[in-house]
């Protein structure tokens, strides 16, 4: 089936308690794709600047990642640099520059717009919103957002979900959005402006998916040592999107399936810094780590 | 089978966001017996002074709880006052006064000695040690602590945990006693320390179990309405307990189905203030909220 996801190519500044990196090659997109190419075809959409280093571009490739629709600007490419402290569970940003994303307008190429999986990774709704017009005709619209699009642009980002199957959001971004402290709550409200489901990210605390009618719970998996969180939601949005893909079934016990494939896509991706772990993981590694979230919450 | 708990029997004044109560019933021991009188007998040690009200001591015999143990000595009862706020994860504590648990050594009458399941509530950890001295040959002993304790008397905590088999214990605290601040490695640091198993729990996030060599996860109940967390802990462990005695069974998988029916009771318990709902719930809410809780976490 494969998928199309439009979102951020960016260089990431991080340190954490085990160590920094500087300009590591992130971006929602690029996390997302790296993440789903796993389980199947991947388009990617995206912007950099001419800055952008060459053998990011060549690995991308080497992925099977379709970059086609990745256009290269002039200006330098989107950047962020944070900061983990502690429990590692909250980014601290320590400044986001938009860079080639302040001007740009995403189009699709021809062979792009029959997509049947589309991800919209955190980018400006607006831009999502640009990129849902250009599809033709799918069957599986999921998206992200953040704090910064719920904060600027709350009305832009409610039109948007209004064309969205599935909003995959981290706990505190749901409570802002829906102004309720109370996750169970704050779901109900943010499924009355659109999507059938609602996917909660919870970082070390695991995720739960909210429908009309149920919930699912499961916890994240266990790690002892969490080097750098930077791309943990989109990887997980990743093997989520990847494995209802490669499957092309979105019945909600396929959907399940598929949120324990993004909790193992995550938690690899968290052991190492920028895409590193993600670089050397293997299918047999995913499918043990399946089976032990199996075993971890069987009763 | 039946279990000994020891524990405080307190009254407390509690604010959350949906209302408040004035020196209602609580207290550790208090809070685990009613919840696991649902699955075994009890026999409950506490002290409390002359001040406790009759109404208190006719409710815990009118539940079956043995109350031999239950002194009441001149001098006023354990009295806490707290507060919850926002997300209600934190209780906020305003007042600790000790009162008659500052002079207070637990005597067992003859007929608990023999007890086989032995649940050592929250109180200082050389009062959970007297205890045990007296207890003849027990089958299974778990024990509950708090920030106070690990502040205070650590070595009497730790010394106390050789004798434990299970720690049942919240996040913060095992962070606290372990100097660890991720959950894997401060469990794995607890458990050097003497107890065959220990269970982390993480409020609206659920609760883990850890042993030598394996990791249960399972999400707490979600509630859209959380009116009073006090007692959360005590209940849950109740649950716990109170299954592992009635089916006098503590392998792994038994263990496991114990902590699903502690996170039934905890998440019953907090849907109201004090006791309130406790006092209302049936067996067949709680084995209907079992059978939700294998819905919510099944893929």
Request: with cysteine; hydrophobic share 40%.
């Amino acid at each position: 089936m494969g998928i199309l996801v439009v979102g951020s190519a960016a260089l990431d500044s991080v340190q954490t308690p085990h160590g920094k990196v500087k300009e590591a090659l992130g971006g929602s997109a690029v996390y997302f794709a790296v993440s789903a190419r796993f389980f199947t075809s991947i388009k990617l959409v995206a912007v950099v600047g001419e800055d952008f280093p060459q053998e990011h571009v060549n690995f991308l490739k080497r992925k099977n990642i379709d970059i086609e629709g990745l256009e290269i600007v002039g200006g330098e490419t989107f950047r962020w640099k944070g900061r983990y402290t502690g429990d590692m569970n909250t980014a601290h940003t320590l400044s986001t520059c938009l860079n080639v994303f302040e001007k740009f307008h995403p189009k699709l190429p021809e062979n792009y717009r029959e997509s049947k999986y589309i991800f919209l990774a955190n980018i400006d709704p607006g831009l999502q919103l640009e990129v849902l017009k250009q599809v033709k005709n799918p069957k599986l619209v999921a998206s992200d957002t953040m704090n910064l699009w719920i904060s600027l642009v709350p009305g832009v980002l409610k039109k948007t979900l209004k064309h969205v199957d599935m909003l995959i959001i981290n706990d505190a971004e749901i409570k802002q959005f829906s102004g309720e402290d109370n996750i169970v709550r704050a779901s109900r409200k943010v499924l009355q402006f659109g999507p059938k489901a609602v996917v909660v990210k919870r970082g070390e605390f695991g995720s739960m998916m909210f429908t009309g009618n149920s919930i699912f719970s499961v916890p994240a998996y266990p790690l002892d040592r969490v080097v750098d969180p930077t791309g943990a939601g989109d990887t997980f949005a990743g093997g989520l999107m990847g494995y209802l893909s490669k499957t092309d079934n979105i019945k909600e016990g396929n959907i399940r399936k598929a949120i324990i494939y993004g909790t193992v896509m995550a938690s690899f991706n968290v052991q190492d810094f920028s895409l590193d772990r993600m670089k050397k993981l293997t299918v047999k590694e995913i499918n043990n780590r399946f089976n032990e979230i199996s075993k971890l919450t069987s009763f």
